[in-house]
């Protein structure tokens, strides 16, 4: 072979291997990220309701709790106060009940000191790591929040959710929503508490469990949710810095974050982020992208401004004063 004739079969080779592994990675790409079947899109009032209640059938099949929320109604919640402690000048109970036949879990319940009426309620979420007491220090990510609305006449309800794991018959996701639904079934249950007024806060990983609550559970009238907003095509490209509890089979298929905070509308949201949130976390940017997706079917259902997105100067954290005046606005305590 001439010198030339190499020359070129070397270019066209390389040219060749560099095509081949371009292709690969655009197909690798695509396979990671489907374009979802059921992303929203604008349409009829009556529409938009019909796609919320397919959607919500849809999830919980892929939750794994469609059988749980249909014998609900007939799991005895069986509460047993086990301790009950003052802190701040607040009430706190440690309450045992029943989450399903097999499993209990303590939650704790804050109550405030004023009940001569029947007041609002907040279930409020910590992320990773949490023993479900910690929505409680003001020196936490948490701010303090589960204090604060507690002196403002609010009860609150928290709730451990990293104990729970996954079954051949349950997801990890499913795991921690039942539990949550059945913390609204024991708010339900108290007579003191406001039961048109019930609300759900959370941040990082307990936001993303606020996002599922308000999304499935339509007894939550307003949710906060600081630092989760975002979408899945970002937490796939930065997918070894993050939990995949967020994983559900074929979930990518089916929607986007987006579309499951879709299923809030046309009750009240806030979302919240941070500013100085690491680009790798949960950054300002896809949050944006996130909630102009989420504005479409607040439009659509004629509720355009109960939803929004709240930039913060803070980091990983929640934004206490807008939470604060959000619960005030939407769940407010009667005087």
């Not at 009426?117 to 929505?135: D, E, K, W």
């Not at 249950?189 to 609300?199: E, Q, R, T």
Request: a positive charge.
């Amino acid at each position: 072979m001439t010198k030339p004739a190499a020359k070129h079969l070397r270019t066209f080779l390389i040219v060749a291997s560099v095509g081949v592994a371009i292709g690969l990675s655009t197909f690798a790409w695509q396979q990671r990220r489907p374009n979802p079947t059921h992303k929203y899109s604008a349409r009829s009032s009556g529409e938009a309701k019909n796609w919320q209640a397919a959607l919500r059938v849809k999830l919980s099949e892929k939750l794994k709790i469609a059988d749980l929320l249909e014998i609900e109604r007939d799991l005895a919640l069986k509460p047993k106060v086990i301790a009950t402690n003052r802190v701040s000048g607040i009430t706190i109970q440690t309450v045992r009940i029943n989450i399903d036949e097999r499993l209990q879990s303590h939650i704790f319940l804050s109550i405030p000191n004023d009940r001569s009426t029947p007041v609002p309620a907040v279930v409020c979420l910590f992320g990773h790591g949490s023993n479900g007491t910690q929505v409680f220090s003001a020196k936490s990510e948490f701010s303090g929040l589960g204090l604060e609305l507690t002196a403002r006449g609010y009860a609150t309800i928290s709730v451990s959710l990293s104990g729970c794991r996954p079954s051949l018959s349950r997801t990890r996701a499913g795991e921690r929503l039942w539990k949550l639904i059945r913390c609204l079934d024991y708010l339900e249950s108290l007579d003191f508490v406001d039961k048109s007024k019930i609300g759900c806060a959370g941040l990082s990983m307990g936001g993303e469990m606020a996002m599922w609550l308000g999304a499935m559970d339509s007894r939550v009238k307003a949710t906060v949710c600081a630092g989760f907003l975002t979408t899945m095509d970002h937490l796939l490209d930065f997918e070894k810095q993050h939990c995949p509890c967020w994983k559900i089979d074929g979930l990518e298929r089916l929607v986007d974050f987006s579309d499951i905070f879709a299923l809030h509308a046309p009750r009240a949201l806030l979302c919240q982020s941070g500013l100085k949130e690491p680009n790798d976390q949960f950054p300002v940017t896809p949050a944006r992208s996130a909630m102009l997706e989420v504005n479409k079917i607040y439009k659509d259902l004629g509720a355009s401004g109960q939803e929004a997105l709240q930039v913060h100067d803070g980091g990983h954290v929640v934004h206490l004063e807008s939470a604060l005046k959000f619960f005030e606005k939407h769940l407010p305590v009667a005087k």
